[in-house]
């Protein structure tokens, strides 16, 4: 049977196959940040509360911070490093957060912008209350939350105009 | 009124883009070569000798290369009353002592390391309220000063007081009198990125720290004298500020971490990371100082204020840092904020062995705003007249001193009042029957052109312009998330004529930048740009002079090349020697030409290659500049309470609408208005965010956020239990309106804003609160509890 | 710092094997509660078992009566178009069960063995007699949910046992449910929380049920309101008694969250509004 101190599990991590040696005790940011250099992704509380850890596995925006890395086995993970463009330009995503002022220290960015993505993914067309719920566990010290909201809402509309 | 290029425009944030793709790189993300861990052991007691620590298990295990007490470690004492240490030798006094540090491999092993060490105590009976630490008899928390004096009292020895006029015939003539006692709560900044640094030793005992700091050159300073205490006198620090994941005020000091990590890499000779864990800063970084104020105010039959009295209590908390001095910034609206010739203020600091506080956004402003703007609404009650009409008439105007010496220069509070008065509907009074929403509002002042809190306002800016007319900016303000480059391009863009794309900013270092006080008292921007201003200034003195030489054969040149191109091309009748004369010149757009001259491609000459035409040539030169700029504003007394601290003043009011649930005391905010007198916009995204960031705090401090602490210890010290806002608690309107008094001292006319969104917001709410259902409460937060209990109160008292 | 072991079993006996060869082992589920308290160190195992890989323990099905997978993420349920349509009182309180992040992770078996007198899950279920099916390698047994709850942090499961599956019979067709919580923001552990289910025939109520979270060591059943409600053709008078009875019959304390007066208060306020709510008169 699998388990012990130290496994070496395979997954997709920005629809690249990654594999890599991980702890039992390790979380998935621990092995995103130290072992696969994508510091992208922040911890801001490791309590599943702020969101800044957030990235998407399998279409869903969960807190890194706690999910245990050997569950992620399998599965595709996409992070903030992820959503850049063949050419590594910004995304629309992104480049809604930049245009809208929704960005001051940048701290809660990257998590904000993946749960916004996760929502646009399954939700082309979200009311501002879906937006508010989608965002609901990402938190932002600094903005005050106006700008990220209209910044979604651009990214939405520029999607849809995509289309 | 000037119109701008970029100034007042949209600008989106240069390093926008990174933070969007992740790319940014914050302490956390920070590496060096060989780089270690540390990690501090806290105390577990709030008052108690420390008997023995005992770090043997700790040193034994694999991976740990250094454990540090204040044992094996020289003295080095912090902060500015110089009544902390770095590590914690015979006695504790709160929870947070940093007894001991380890330092190892990796985050886990010193973890582990950590809790290997035991140290043994001898309780002693704890104090935790400033009443009871007044008292006689009580335990002392600090047996000696900071000069072995031996202290007889648990009073911090520093004093804020204030009388003008005179307060007996103002109270005299005050014909009805309100008065109240307000209290505020610690509270936390919570940055999201939490606190941390590198310090790392060279071979020549040269030290850098990658500091969070919003002072790296008070810091400097600060880790200099701890390298002299370490034996190392002559030995330089050097501090590179990196992206900050937000500040807020937690940056305007020196914190014993970073001392701990200095040590811990002098001990290993090597890079030494400290990071707090969420859980850690909560409980060990010290937060926003609480405060209880008594006011009494009065006024006369027409409601002019007469009178103002104000009493301040603080508790201090074990050691002394910024929290102590937020009277300092106290005294500016008790004196000042609207028109009261007779005031007294005191202000007293108690020590306890509670946490103690720091800066945090507003120093004072917001703790005093509370309990003002909540009195005034309690008196215009009182002498019957409507709260808004009371403010109008006692509003301040421009161009007055106040009591306490504040030269106001532009105001704008008449505009803001009357703004959100007009915003917020206020003569449409709510139907009376059954409904329970109100209106309320609030203003403010706050120092708009730096704060002399200190020696020294200044701050340098230096340019350098490189061979492409690149415009390489060096300056010791600290970009923390507000926005600080990104005016600061647009202001030198502005005022030399370049593109913002030319304008590079380098990071903030004290090896290369300027020397600056800090980042604080919303002085960023305000001398930033003003510093950007003056060198641009005489970098384009230079550069015109210059041209007088090199302007004409460059034309000369251009015309050659397009007559060859046009053939039958007719240039017009000028005389570009004759012309080519310094204040002839204009620079626009990184382009040198001549300000009324014809307006050909070819008269005109690029920045770069005028650059390179001067480097590259006999006796050659390149364009640097440096300024240093000191505001017009003098160090206030604070015992008398006199001096005119800052270039000039900023303004505001905010009103809110908000609706009470009688039955769960639940506020719902309907909406909120705010108008700032901003002097001039900048950056009109980049300010709007400030606001609305500011307004969120504001909304935190009024309802939601209160860092618990029971006998010494942090109850909630994880966000599960401290509650900020977020999305859903935002999920109100905000109409924001700038005024803009163009102010003569600030940068194109604008003054500081980075504080004065969360000023009024606490009372304006309390307002309107009050207004919705005749509740008038005096504890920030206003939680439903406290509503529902008052209006209890209020009903059995009816009764 | 707790270097933890980890071990994916792939079927419920190999669970039971590890169980029984690592004693100092706890089980994990989505890890939202489990992760944190070993985090704040006051969970200290040698190691987790997850039951994340197990095939049946996610599924639900709802033909009639209900079959939920005690591994179903709160999101699966809110997801889940026959649970919305039959069970709505349990998918509102989904929604309202912390962030789309935990709950993409957070499962309902989860939330009802970590026994918190604030479990959001576990009111919805109660008022709807949900019963829970308990294994070990040698029995199951299935009990109602209301006697697996035993006191903060406290089942009654035995070391070994594993929630499987929560069991719920077609709701009558007559049934008006509603769920009502309060925290101190939106995403918050309830202060308080009601759910109430009654079964009406036209004013008529024949059968309530209702429940109080965040108020007693464990989530409650209002008793002496069901009791009061069945047979009664409900007025306004009745209801202001059940939020009077309320308050006198819960028993929260004071803590880090709220207050014993206010959690008191606040039960009744909920349950008056919860009443109305589900019995769709106008807010008064």
Known sequence: ?163 | MTDFQYIGKKASRPDGPDKAAGKAHYIHDLQRPGMLYGKIKFSDHPHAWIKHIDTSKAERLAGVRAVITANNTPEIRIGFLRDNFALKKDKVRQYRDEIAAVAAIDPETAEEAVELIQVEYESLPGVFCPHEAMKEGSPLIHETDSQARPRTDNLVPLKFHHESGDLESGKRAAKFIAEGEFSTPMVQQCCMGTAGCIAEFDMNSNLTVWAKTQIPFLAQRDFNRALSDMGLPDKNTRIIVPTLGGAFGSGLDTHAYEYIAILLAYQTSSPVKIVYTRAEEFANLSPRQSSTTKIIQGCDQNGKLTFRHVEVLQDNGAYTSWGATYPSVMMIPATSLYRVSNVYFNARSVYTNNTYCQAMRGYGNPEHTWALESNMDELAKEAGIDPFEFRIMNRNEPDETTPMGLKVSTCGLKECLETVARKLDWKKKKNTKGKRSGKGMASLIHVGGGARIYRSDASGLTLKLDDFGNVNVFHGGVEMGQGLHSVLILAVAEALGVKPEKVLINPTDTGTCPWDVGTHASRGAFMACNTAILAANKLRSQIFELAEEVFPKEVEKNLKKFMKKNPGYKPPDFDVLKSAKRERFELCDGFIFIKDGPQESWLRMELGKLLRAIHFRSQGQMLTTEVFYDPPNELPDFERGFGNISATYAYGTQGAEVEVDTETGEVKILRMVAAHDVGKVLNSQGLKGQIYGALAQGVGYALYEKLQSQQGKILNPNFRDYKIPTVQEMNFPIDLEFIETNDSYGPFGAKGVAEPGLVPTAPAIANAIYDAVGVRIRDLPITPEKILAALKKSRTSKD | MNRFKYYKPRSLDEVWELKEKIPGSLFIAGGTDVIVGIKNNELRPQALISLRSIPELDDIEVDGGARIGALATISDIIQNPELRKDYPVLVEAAKSFGSVQIRNVATIGGNLCNCSPCADMALPLLVMEAKVRLQTTKKSREIPLNEFFKGPGESCLSPHEILTDILLDPLHKNAKTSFMKKGRVKMDLAVASVAVLLEMESKTCHKARIAAGSVAPVPLRLSKIETMFEGATLTKKDVTEAQRLAEDNVVPITDVRSTEEYRRQITGVLVKRALERALEWKET
Request: negative net charge; aromatic residues 4%; charged residues 25%.
């Open chain 1, 1 to 163: 049977m699998e388990g012990d101190v130290r496994m070496e599990i395979a997954f997709i991590l920005n629809s690249s196959e990654v594999t890599v040696t991980v702890d039992g005790h390790r979380r998935l940011i621990d092995v995103l940040r130290e072992q696969l250099g994508q510091t992208g992704t922040k911890e801001g509380c490791g309590e599943g509360e702020c969101g800044s850890c957030t990235v998407i596995i399998d279409g869903r925006a969960v807190n890194s911070c706690l999910y245990p890395a050997l569950e992620v086995e399998g599965k595709s993970v996409t992070t903030i490093e992820g959503l850049l463009g063949p050419k590594n330009e910004l995304s629309i995503i992104q480049q809604a957060f930049v245009e809208q002022g929704a960005i001051q220290c940048g701290f809660c960015t990257p998590g904000m912008i993946m749960s916004a993505k996760a929502l646009l993914d399954s939700n082309p067309n979200p009311s501002e209350e879906d937006i508010r719920d989608a965002l609901l566990g990402n938190f932002c010290r600094c903005t005050g939350y106006v700008q990220i909201v209209e910044a979604v809402k651009e990214a939405a509309a520029q999607l849809k105009g995509k289309q």
